[in-house]
């Protein structure tokens, strides 16, 4: 399993990884990192260091790009990354990267965290609803969420 993979694993569990300083640290409800979960995850922690700062990176200059379209008073404007993207349908309009829209999102995940951020807003967990469980499938398997890629940011 690749670094990339247990990461997104990670997540789907319920488990977020970040990181205090040069030390990788977890989120998660009570007994969701397990000891066998906890066993992956050394295997790979220099790689899971690397992608988890690399996110940083790439949400950290949206953040100084939008925080300059802020205004002191009146409404905030849609905060870009970049100014002039050619409206494309699955293109981010703020970053012009290629994302795939979920929910009621419109743009991608590290533009959404980073105007979060730029507005000094804290990033919440991805909402999570309910859903019939079918016949056979583990208590996991009851819930969705509509953003399953979103990593929320670092307290």
């Known amino acids: 399993m690749t670094a990339a993979a247990l990461l997104a694993d990670l997540q789907t569990r319920g488990v977020r990884l970040y990181l205090a300083g040069d030390e990788l640290r977890y989120k998660a409800k009570p007994g969701m990192m397990t000891p ?25 200059w949206r953040v ?59 990033v919440s967990a991805p909402p999570v609803t309910r859903v019939e469980q079918p016949e056979g499938a583990n208590a996991l398997d009851m819930f969705s969420t509509s953003y399953p890629d979103q990593i929320p940011a670092a307290s």
């Open 36 to 60: 066998d979960l906890a066993a992956a995850v050394k295997p790979h922690k220099p790689a899971l260091v690397a992608l988890l700062r690399e996110e940083e990176s790439a949400i950290g």
């Open 64 to 122: 100084e790009a939008m925080r300059e379209q802020i205004p002191e008073r009146g409404p905030v404007p849609f905060l870009v990354a970049v100014s002039g993207i050619p409206p494309s349908p699955n293109t981010c309009p703020s970053c012009g990267e290629p994302f795939t829209p979920v929910g009621s999102s419109s743009r991608c995940h590290r533009c959404t965290v980073a105007a979060s951020r730029a507005l000094g807003l804290t």
